[in-house]
C-alpha cells in the first residue's frame, strides 16, 4: 500500500465514530502548546472517504486554533473496516520504543520534561520522594549516591506503598541510617536488608 500527502480542510474530516482514544485535558493543552510552537509537525491519516484514522487530537486542537487547512496522508486505495481498524490501534499503540530514564535524567531537566507532556509518575519513583532533580547537589557527596530504576506504573504504586508502609512501623524509627537525610531511601534499606 502505498501514500501521499494532500491538504484538506478541516472541515471536511470526519472523526471515526468508535475511534477507542481518549483524549485527556492535559493531553489536549500539551498538544496545543506542541503545535502553537513548532506547527502541525505530524500529518493527520485519513482514509480515501475523509475519515480519520490517526490525529483525532491534532484535529481538535487545530480546529480550537482556527486553522482551516491540514496535512493528512491518504492510502491509495479505500482501507476495508478491518484496516482501518487495524492501522488506528497501530498508530496509537505500536510505538516502538521506550524512554530510556538513563539517557533522560543525564540529558534532560526534569521540570522541561514535565513542561513537555512528562508527569510525576512517568518518572518513576524519583518524584516520590527522591526529589526533582536526578543528581545530589554540589555533586556528588560521597558515601551517598543516588540510583535510577525504570519500573512499571504498577511497580511504582506498590513500592511507593511499602515504603510508605515501612516508615509508619516502630522499628523504622530506629533503622540505621548512615547518616542519609532522606527517609525514602532509608525506608527501601530497611525493606531490604534482611532478605537473604
Not at 12 to 17: G, I, R, S, T, V
Not at 139 to 149: A, E, R, S, V, Y
Amino acid at each position: 500500500m502505498k501514500w501521499h500527502l494532500e491538504k484538506r480542510l478541516l472541515s471536511d474530516l470526519k472523526e471515526w465514530e468508535i475511534n477507542p482514544r481518549d483524549l485527556t485535558t492535559k493531553g489536549i493543552a500539551d498538544l496545543r502548546k506542541s503545535i502553537e510552537k513548532f506547527g502541525c509537525a505530524e500529518p493527520l491519516v485519513i482514509n480515501t472517504d475523509n475519515t480519520i484514522c490517526g490525529g483525532h487530537g491534532r484535529k481538535k486542537v487545530l480546529t480550537m486554533m482556527g486553522i482551516k487547512e491540514v496535512d493528512c496522508y491518504l492510502p491509495d486505495r479505500e482501507l476495508t473496516a478491518k484496516e482501518f481498524k487495524e492501522l488506528n490501534i497501530r498508530l496509537n499503540k505500536n510505538i516502538a520504543g521506550t524512554f530510556n530514564m538513563d539517557i533522560l535524567s543525564s540529558n534532560f531537566e526534569v521540570e522541561d520534561l514535565k513542561e513537555w507532556g512528562f508527569e510525576d509518575k512517568d518518572m518513576g519513583i524519583f518524584d516520590n520522594g527522591y526529589g526533582t532533580d536526578f543528581s545530589l547537589k554540589n555533586g556528588d557527596k560521597l558515601p551517598f549516591q543516588q540510583i535510577t530504576f525504570t519500573l512499571a506504573d504498577e511497580q511504582v504504586k506498590f513500592i511507593n506503598q511499602k515504603i510508605e508502609d515501612v516508615k509508619k512501623t516502630e522499628p523504622f524509627k530506629y533503622c540505621e541510617t548512615f547518616g542519609n537525610e532522606n527517609s525514602n531511601g532509608n525506608a527501601l534499606y530497611f525493606l531490604i536488608r534482611d532478605m537473604k
